[in-house]
């Protein structure tokens, strides 16, 4: 299992999106889009030049699910349309990630949340020093 997990780690290492890694910060920036800021893969970290279209950035890390009030259901919780979810496949499933028992994993946990902390501080409105409910002292992702 160690040599699997080994495997998969380095593959999200060259990804350049995974939370742990050391360098996620300059893959990525914040970018208007529409009406909000979204992540999009940093034009100079992107291996192809020819793409003239900014990329949305999708982060990778690797979390324990915690069971305590977490309920898997197939609709996600949806009930009827909204103006967030309008359909059935709007509708995405949370859950509360917490560090993995032990592993490599485990070790990456940490780095996960300091990286997605500063990823949320940079697209924060200025002066503004509450944290986001997003992640909270219990470091969980």
Not at 27 to 50: A, D, T, Y
Request: with cysteine; aromatic share 6%.
């Amino acid at each position: 299992m160690d040599e699997r997990n080994t495997r998969i780690r380095e593959d999200l290492l060259q990804s350049g999106l995974y939370l742990a890694d050391d360098t996620v910060l300059d893959h990525v920036q914040w970018r208007p889009n529409g009406r909000k800021n979204s992540l999009f893969i940093n034009e100079n970290s992107s291996q192809s030049s020819v793409d003239p279209q900014p990329e949305l950035a999708t982060l990778s890390a690797i979390v324990r699910v915690n069971d305590n009030n977490f309920w898997l259901t197939s609709d996600a919780g949806w009930r009827t349309p909204t103006k967030i979810t309008p359909q059935l496949s709007d509708a995405k499933g949370t859950c509360i990630g917490i560090a993995p028992l032990t592993g490599i994993f485990h070790d990456d946990f940490l780095a996960s949340i300091h990286n997605a902390r500063t990823l949320q501080q940079r697209t924060a409105t200025p002066d503004f020093e509450q944290p986001l409910p997003t992640l909270n002292s219990h470091s969980r992702l």
